[in-house]
Every structure is written in C-alpha cells, then in structure tokens.
C-alpha cells in the first residue's frame, strides 16, 4: 500500500510541475534573424496574453499582426530597395514587468534589436530601460506614464499621447462646450503611476481653466469597490466627477454612484474605461452621457499607405477579427507602423539607424499625426472625447472630428 | 457622522459576502488539512454560471447563483475524489502545488473560453438603494448579505446536526477511527471539498452582481479567503463569518481615514496583530484541534 501510494504522490508531482510550467512558460522559442539577408525581419514583442492585462494584451496583439498582415500584403517593408517581410515573435509575459523586461534582453541575445512593446506603462517601462542598456530600439504602443520619459533615455518612442492629456482633454472639451459651467470638479484616481500621472495633468489642466478643484482621493489599482473616494466627495457637491482609472475601477465608480445616492449636477468623466465597448455593455443605461477619453476613434483623421483612414482601419478589424476596434488595437498598429516607416525611411535595419529615423520621423497615418519630441513622447497629435450616447461610444471633441454634439448636463435623466 | 455610518454599512454587507467567500475555504483547510489555492477560481466560475444563465436566458442571478451551486458543488466533488485525494496522504506542499497548477489551468480555461473582458451581471433593481436618512444602503449588496449569512448559519447547522455533517467532522478529527465506525472518508471529504465549491459558486454569483468580475481577479479571492481564514480560527465556520465581517469593515473605515491607499496593507496589518495577540484566530480553536493524523 505505501509503495503505490508513494508512486501515485510522485505521479501527482510530475502533473502539477508540468501544469505550472504549461501555465508560466513562454512559447514560440525560434531562432531569429534580424537582418534582410533571408527577405524578412525579425520584430520582438513580448505581449501580456494571460495575467492580469490579458484583455488589452490580446487587443494590442491583433494590433501589431494586423500591422503584419498589412504590410506582408504589399510584399514587405520597402528597405534599401529590397522588398522584406515582417515576422513579429509573440512571448507570453503574463503581465509582469520583470518577465516584460527578461523577453527583450532573450530577443537581444537572439540577435533582435527591434522591439515592440509590451501593454501598459510598468511593463514598458521596465523594457524601456533594458532597450537603453542592449542598444536595442522600442516602438512604444500603450506605455503612456511620462515617468518613463524622464528618464533620458534615447531609444523608446510613444506613438500615443502623454498620460497628462487623459484627463486633461476631458477637461479642455468641458471648458469650451458645457452649457452651464461647472464650478467643482472632483478627481478619483487608481493608484497605480499611469493613473496618478493621469489625475496631476487633470488637476492641473482643471486649475487652468479656473474650476474648484477638490483634492484627489486614491484608491487601489484593480478595485471593483470604490466606495470609500465616493463616500468622502459626496458631501462636497462636486459638479463633474472625473475618474483616473481603468475598466473595472471606472464601472464601479458609475455603478457605486448609483447605490451611494452621488449624482453630480455636470456629469462623469473617464479616461480610459469609456471608449471601450465592455463599459456600455457592462453598465447599461448608467453609462449614458458618460464623457471619456480616447487615443484614437474612427473619425481619427490622417491616412497612410499601409492602413489608409481610420475609417479603413477599422473595416479592417472588423473583418480579421468580429469587433469593433478598440483604440488598444489601434495604437498598437500604429507604434508597428512607425517602426516600419522608421526602417523605410533609414533604408536599413541596423538598431541605430532606425533609430536616429525614429526620431526624426515626421508622418501623418491612420492613427494622426506621428511625431516624437525629445524625449520619444507624440505630443504633435490630440486626444479625442468621446461620450456614451445610445450605447455607443461617439467623438464630441476635438469639434473638427466631432461625430455628434456633446449633451450637458450628463446626468440629465 | 453619515460618512461614518454610510462607510460601516457598506463595509458590513461587503464584509458578509467577504464570510461567504472564505467560509468553504476555511473549512476545507480545517478537515482535510487542504490548502486550496484553486478556491478563487471557484468564484469566478461561479459568476460566469450565473453570467451566462442571465445573459443567454435571462435568468434572475439570485436564482441562478443556486444552480452555480450545484455546477460547481459537482465540479469541487468530482475534483476531489479523483483527483486531490490522490495526494492527500502526501505533504501538504504536494496539495498546494496540486491546486496551483489547478488554478493555472481553470483561469485558463475561463479566459479561452469567455475571454478576459471584464463582465458583470445586470439586473433591474441589484444597482438601486434604499435611503435611511443621510445613509443609502444598496438593494443588491443587502440581498448579497442576507443571502451569505443565511447560506452560511445553514452550513453551521449542517455540520452540528446531521449525519452527514457529523461524518464530515468525523474525518477531519480523526480519519482512520471514523473509517472503523464505518464512514467512507473519501466521501466525506469529496462531499466537504463539493459543499466549499458550491459556497464559493454562490457567493461569484453574487459578486458577479453586485461588481465586475473577469478571470484574472481569482488570485485576489484567494488571497482574501486565506486572510479570513486565518483570522477567524481555520475550520471555524463562524470564525469565517466573523473574519470577513471585520475585513470588510476595516477595509471600509481604512478607505474612509486613513490618506491614499494605505487600505492596501490594511488586512494584512489587521491579521498580523490577531497572530500576535491570538494566535489561534478570533474564534477560539478549531473543532478538529484534535485532529490525529494517521
């Protein structure tokens, strides 16, 4: 008896080792080649496809195998005159910024220097500074924090706005179009970097415009229980409350408003949680008139020769994959775009070259306008508002891409 | 003043949903020694249960949560007489990893087959609340309390006054003296294994509810059933009820008090001072404390 129930204990052993290794191991081992010499190039992009940001991991990954498809499509990137197709190597990072950064230096020591990044602002910032150290070069697809460009490093470029313009833009679009004005606003922000970088440039930017600004009340990164942020502003009468946040933290505060009896006399502004379809299917008819924030929507205006229009892009999506884009897929095409416009433009694949075409690169495209200060950041291309209305997410403002006129107040029933 | 109280009633129903999270939890560690890392899978499986009847039938999610109960109850029995018991002579390091690699795997079955958006169960009235003067006490969030503090004095009289619950209690003091009175231990404890998932099914329901849910927060409910656990006195189903109560509440005050996000830390803090000054948890000591190991 004991010795059959030792064998079984040892089998059960076996199968659990394996199960964790099947769970936190990384496929897709090959080897690499990042030159033209076989007609195609080598682009790492360690992606978050389970772990927490597996949602917008697997968004990001349609993004960049779009950006693939499309130019394979034409033959390949057009580089020194030879025709190269693209081939982007997946690793599973499940979230986590220390295995974000282990995957580019593993690309590095196969010999790939292009890198794509990962999703969100930890993970590529931790990439950001391993790129700096093996001479490698990022396109940046969703890591927004500024912190990662205070840093001097020369080799990572975001496509995407700064974090300072999430909140702020709600703000500027309630400035010039709310009829009556509000005079308290109110910030509830996660607490992660990104979201907290988010909320400073909201406060700021509602300063500037001569609001009442309240003081910030935080709560946990990934919480679906806000109650706390909404308990203490509530009796402070807050005319707009705007929410520094991510999908789950940005459905509970509308839903929790609910259940607290807070109802602002203005309305709700969310970055990030808005735009994306889940918000309006989780939350029903409370998501109407909700105003949020957005890095790119189909009324995006610019055209490049790969995607053509934002119009274009999202035909496209839908096509390949059943759903309406989501500024994720969006954003992640574009930092593959400029990478590639990049590698055009220097006429070689070599790291520095493309590189030193990065950050000169001066374009107009599907996503807007791609442009990098110096410190890698796209400060030449706005944000878009957008506002729940019907169930759908529609762009109020800038108001010369607008889709529909912002109502005000949100809260009206 | 309304702060405080609005805070305290949010906390207690939180806290009470909390109870009923931790309590098959508790009870699982408490008779078979079992740490089961898998725990919050169960209650985000439990919540797509009741997504799914909602959304594909429109069935109401305080119906549904008992048909996740029976799903998961198979689920837990079948797991573990098959599967855990095969290991559960082995050092509890085996059982640990055993259900680790299970909660690898059903997160990841979850997110291939719903995706990792987040979800949430609509109703009607769950959003609604009720005004008491200043204080709003939400309709959905009541419901959820009732329903954990019914489901889980039910458990406490199952386990003292039936047979069935009596043979349970039987194992987990001692296995091979409750085998020579004739209980099948590999029942009773597939049995206890089924009734912790069902609990936790329910409670994902409600959760699913009352909040947002996808497959990556299970980490997050396992953590805090391991917390309640201890705190409350591993085994103790009251002990359970009253871990959660006092999680909820002081994660409530601390949201409400304490300056940014030291709320993070909060139940940690709190269960590092019950090791301290209680070592065998709130609830004085575990039914099973004369547990023979054989």
Not at chain 1, 136 to 151: H, L, P, T
Not at chain 1, 260 to 275: T, W
Not at chain 2, 202 to 211: F, K, P, Q
Request: charge should be neutral; charged fraction near 15%.
């Amino acid at each position: 008896m004991r010795s059959k129930s030792k064998s079984l204990s040892l089998v059960a052993v076996v199968a659990a080792t394996t199960l964790v290794a099947a769970g936190c191991g990384s496929k897709g081992e090959k080897t690499a080649d990042s030159g033209g010499a076989s007609g195609t190039l080598a682009i790492g992009a360690s992606m978050s496809l389970t772990g927490a940001l597996a949602r917008e991991g697997a968004l990001t990954k349609e993004g960049y195998e779009l950006c693939q498809d499309k130019v394979n499509a034409k033959g390949g990137a057009d580089i020194g005159g030879k025709k190269v197709k693209l081939d982007i190597q997946f690793q599973d990072d499940t979230s986590k910024p220390d295995t974000a950064a282990q995957l580019v230096d593993q690309f590095n020591d196969k010999g790939v220097k292009l890198i794509l990044s990962s999703y969100g602002s930890a993970n590529t910032e931790a990439q950001a500074s391993v790129i700096e150290r093996n001479g490698q070069v990022m396109a940046d697809s969703a890591g927004a924090d500024n912190k990662i460009f205070e840093k001097g490093y020369k080799r990572t470029f975001a496509v995407l706005s700064p974090a300072t313009e999430y909140a702020a833009s709600i703000i500027k679009a309630i400035k010039e179009l709310a009829q009556p004005q509000p005079k308290t606003i109110a910030i509830l922000s996660a607490d992660d970097g990104f979201s907290k970088t988010v909320a400073e440039g909201g406060a700021a930017a509602a300063k500037e415009a001569g609001y009442n600004v309240l003081p910030t009340q935080l709560f946990p990164n990934g919480t679906s229980d806000v109650s706390s942020a909404l308990t203490k502003v509530k009796g402070q009468k807050p005319d707009v409350i705007i929410g520094s946040v991510h999908l789950v933290e940005g459905v509970a505060i509308i839903k929790q408003a609910k259940e607290l009896g807070v109802m602002p006399s203005g309305g709700f502004g969310e970055s990030v949680a808005p735009p994306t379809p889940d918000f309006a299917k989780t939350l029903g008819k409370d998501a109407e008139n909700v105003l949020g924030s957005s890095q790119w929507t189909d009324s995006t205006k610019g055209s490049d020769k790969y995607f053509g229009t934002a119009k274009d892009y999202a035909n496209d999506i839908n096509a390949k994959y059943g759903h309406a884009p989501d500024y994720h897929d969006a954003e992640a095409s574009a930092a593959c775009l400029a990478l590639v416009m990049a590698a055009e433009k220097a006429g070689s694949t070599d790291a520095d070259k493309v590189r030193d075409a990065l950050a000169s690169l001066d374009t107009d495209s599907f996503f807007g306008h791609i442009k990098f200060n110096d410190k890698g950041q796209n400060v030449y291309k706005p944000m878009s508002v957008i506002q729940v209305q019907n169930g759908k997410a529609v762009t109020v403002w800038p108001t010369d891409s607008a889709e529909a006129k912002m109502i005000w107040p949100g809260t009206k029933q | 003043m309304s702060q405080f109280l609005q805070a305290t009633i949010y906390g207690l129903l939180q806290g009470g949903l909390l109870a009923l999270i931790a309590v098959g939890f508790s009870l699982v560690w408490g008779v078979m020694n079992v740490v089961n890392l898998a725990h919050g899978s169960f209650v985000i499986l439990g919540a797509y249960v009741g997504w799914k009847l909602n959304s594909a039938m429109g069935l109401d999610p305080f119906l549904g949560m008992l048909v996740a109960a029976v799903v998961l109850f198979a689920v837990g029995y079948l797991l573990q007489r098959w599967l855990i018991n095969l290991v559960i002579n082995g050092p509890i390091f085996i059982t640990l990893l055993l259900t680790f690699g299970l909660d690898l795997l059903i997160v990841q079955g979850m997110n291939i087959t719903f995706s990792a958006d987040y979800r949430s169960i609509k109703t009607a009235y769950a959003g609604d609340s009720l005004a008491l003067g200043s204080v709003r006490v939400p309709v959905g969030r009541l419901l959820a309390f009732v329903i954990a503090l019914l489901v889980t004095f039910a458990l406490v009289a199952l386990v003292n006054r039936t047979r069935t619950g009596l043979s349970i209690m039987a194992t987990g003091m001692d296995r091979g003296a409750a085998r020579l009175m004739g209980i099948r231990a590999r029942h009773a404890y597939a049995l206890t294994f089924g009734i912790a998932a069902a609990l936790a099914g329910m409670a994902g329901t409600m959760v699913g509810t009352v909040g947002t849910f996808n497959p990556a927060a299970a980490g997050g409910f396992t953590l805090l059933s391991f917390v309640i656990a201890v705190l409350g006195g591993l085994g103790n189903m009251y002990g359970a009820l009253v871990g959660g109560l006092l999680i909820g509440l002081v994660e409530a005050w601390g949201g409400q008090y304490l300056p940014g996000t030291w709320v993070n830390a909060l139940a940690f803090a709190v269960l590092v001072l019950v090791l301290v000054f209680r070592p065998s948890g709130l609830v004085g000591r575990a039914y099973y404390s004369a547990r023979q190991e054989v």
